[in-house]
């Protein structure tokens, strides 16, 4: 191989086949795709050990991607059973699974997943350095953080999550702001404690350029984490996740002058009507860098159909620029998601991201909903059936109250306005209480 990332690749005219992968999926021009990946315009996260990789590219002229978030925890420890949930999960659609594990024997796992996986696979190296190292967080260095990145790196993960726009400086600012709901961020609050209780630099942050040398020896892609998203509608666009945001875009540019590939975080919580905002201004200030948002959540009162508020700020976000999708749960908030909440968080994101492309005008998007309205038109069950996002859900309603007149639904029966336009426009009689 004589490029180290595909970063790297791109920028010395070099076709890796995981880019021309993503062109044939996309149906996109590999000399217009190449040009985007060397500006890291479009990431694509594919760690040279992952060898089952079936490549995805992210960046907001593609398809919307998705990713999902599983992994082992206390509560859920049968590896084989966490294993069915990822399998599950990439059958529904999602591009990318983040193994989120917390307890347990995390490295086999994560093994397992980037060796039967064709999923970009995502970690969070924090969460599993508190798991790993089995010892009070105040006691862990500066040195022992990075080792897990490289571990990481070593077991073939595409992408890793480090939180790394909270250093001192900004932990300082983050005090004084005052919010209502301090740092959501679980990686966030973690590193914000290491720092507090042992007055040290983010080790991320401290050896950014260590991360990256390892990064680009594997071709690891960095998502850049946001500790200081916001957590509420209060404290959405507030002087802490905008702070944030300027250091990452820093980050993001010394990365690149490495080849390193980049996505970067954000929000959250957020009202509708900053959303749009949000997503041009880390568009500027991160340089077009792809953007991987979690929800945006647009309202926090809904716990139970959190999957529905963030499907709302996701649409939009994706629509104005975000790129890849965090799939949030109806057990959001609540408790840890079963296999029922991860189905319905995978397709509310899902329609989340299709809305969004159809409104790009990503290629094939709207085509899709057009063979579903022909179905529709055409009172063609099956087809329909067949195009639906959740074709099990679409059935099982259909057959749970069944039409006296097999060719429309229970809602209009003898009324159907589709059948009766059909049928008038055809210069056939339309007599509806007769029939
Ligand atoms: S019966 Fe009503 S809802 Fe059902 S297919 Fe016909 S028009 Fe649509």
Redesign the pocket.
Known sequence: MNYTTQMDAARRGILTKELKKVAEKEKFDIAELMKLVAEGKVAIPANKRHQCLEANGIGSMLKTKINVNLGTSRDCMDLNMELEKVNDAVRMGAESIMDLSSFGDTRTFRKKLTRECPAMIGTVPIYDAVVYYHKPLKDITSREWIDIVKMHAEDGVDFQTIHIGINRRTAGRFKKAKRLTNIVSRGGSIIFAWMEMTGQENPFYEHFDEILDICQEYDVTLSLGDACRPGCIADASDISQIEELVTLGELTQRAWDKNVQIIIEGPGHMPLNQIEANMKIQQTICKGAPFYVLGPLVTDIAPGYDHITAAIGGALAAASGASFLCYVTPAEHLRLPDVNDVKEGIIASRIAAHAADIAKGIKGAAQWDHEMSTA?KN?DWERMFELSLDPEKARSYRESAK?EKED??????N?????NMNRILNGEIVSIFDE
């Not at 429309?408 to 029966?413: E, I, K, L, P």
């Open positions: 529709r009172l039409p429309t639904c229970s809602m209009c029966g009324f159907c306005a589709v059948k």
